[in-house]
């Protein structure tokens, strides 16, 4: 938690505000995280989605390339023509060398294609430098043109297998709605959301949890319409507590 979280507060209340942050937590792990991890788990083994993204085997390149397609983008979508982007652009060279108006076409699915086009030719530009190998130290990572904080994350989670959350707007409406909303509006910025997002995802299978969270986001705990019944964590579910009392008292 950087100091810049609590500008302004007086040193007693600044200590005070660490401590109940601290505890709010360690309350949370005890109480709800491994339900919540070991339920999301099953539900995943039966339901998970396939993605060619997800195989064992595939170079960096492919893993890092996937993660930006996946930007603000449905997987679904990015699905459609991840394979084909792989057969034309298959490293860091070939994407290197694309013409950008071959480039901004494979991308038109995905929406902002040209300023994607520009930022992912940066991207391959960088890494012909560094000859292909991503750094391991993470403000170098961040260095990076277009790697910012998810897709750092997403390096780190699947390239170097550290446990880090994949967290954007869908994992953050899951954890939000089951543990309790964030404070602030920018999710890369508030630390309960981070550290408890972190917490969540940190184990022995830190990639499948934070798929599981992903597609349960798509498939069941939507945006405005989320499926409370077939959830398998509902007995436990902030949000779905809150609906059943809100319904109750409509009819009292």
């Not at 298959?90 to 994607?116: H, M, S, T």
């Not at 403000?139 to 997403?154: D, V």
Request: with cysteine; proline share 4%; hydrophobic share 40%.
């Amino acid at each position: 938690m950087g100091r810049g979280d609590f500008g302004g507060v007086g040193k007693g209340k600044k200590r005070r505000s660490c401590t109940n942050f601290a505890m709010m937590l360690i309350e949370i792990a005890q109480e709800k995280i491994e339900f919540f991890r070991k339920n999301l788990l099953g539900w995943y083994r039966k339901n998970g989605r396939k993605f060619p993204w997800r195989k064992k085997g595939l170079s960096h390149y492919e893993y890092v390339i996937a993660e930006v397609l996946l930007q603000r983008t449905k997987a679904e979508t990015v699905s459609k023509f991840y394979l084909a982007f792989m057969k034309n652009f298959p490293n860091w060279e070939a994407l290197n060398n694309a013409n950008i108006k071959d480039l901004e076409q494979f991308l038109q699915p995905v929406g902002l294609y040209r300023q994607r086009s520009k930022r992912l030719m940066s991207l391959a530009a960088e890494m012909v430098k560094r000859n292909g190998v991503l750094p391991e130290d993470r403000a170098e990572l961040e260095s990076i043109p277009f790697m910012g904080q998810y897709i750092s994350n997403a390096v780190e989670l699947i390239v170097f297998g550290r446990p880090q959350p994949l967290i954007d707007v869908n994992m953050a409406r899951v954890l939000e709605r089951f543990f309790r909303p964030r404070k602030k509006v920018d999710i890369r910025y508030d630390p309960y959301l981070q550290r408890l997002a972190l917490m969540t995802v940190n184990g022995e299978k830190s990639k499948e949890i934070n798929w599981a969270i992903l597609d349960f986001a798509a498939l069941v705990c939507k945006v405005k319409v989320p499926d409370c019944n077939s959830c398998p964590v509902s007995s436990k579910c902030t949000y779905f507590s809150n609906a059943k009392s809100h319904q109750s008292s409509l009819h009292d």
